[in-house]
């Protein structure tokens, strides 16, 4: 299994950026995926997660209405879209995969929501 995040980097509060996940190594289309981040000093945190195909999504509370998640199951992808970004978003984003009662994830990539 190997789970590759992209898209992180720097931005002002109140904007946006979009992470990608792409995996390989397993059925994408048979598993949901999941958001977590980490930020620093504070244990990993759930954001979001996305049912096999798509349709279903459940947020933490801290992000919702300002983040989506979503999938391309033909582009074995998972997408994290963020708007109205906070410094309080701050933190080292990990995209997640429950397989057969393991959690696999990629190597994290930081978010810095700064002025």
């Known amino acids: 299994v190997q789970l590759v995040e992209s898209g992180g980097g720097l931005v002002q509060p109140g904007g946006s950026l979009r992470l990608s996940c792409a995996a390989a190594g397993f059925t994408f289309s048979n598993y949901g995926m999941n958001w977590y981040r980490q930020a620093p000093g504070k244990v990993r945190e759930w954001v979001a997660g996305?049912?096999?195909?798509?349709?279903?999504?459940n947020y933490a509370g801290s992000v919702k209405g300002r983040f989506t998640i979503s999938r391309d199951n033909a582009k074995n992808t998972v997408y994290l879209q963020m708007n109205s970004l906070k410094p309080e978003d701050t933190a080292v984003y990990y995209c997640?995969?429950?397989?057969?009662?393991?959690?696999?994830w990629g190597q994290g990539i930081q978010v810095t929501v700064s002025s």
């Open positions: 997640n995969a429950y397989i057969r009662w393991t959690d696999y």
């Open positions: 996305i049912t096999s195909a798509g349709g279903s999504t």
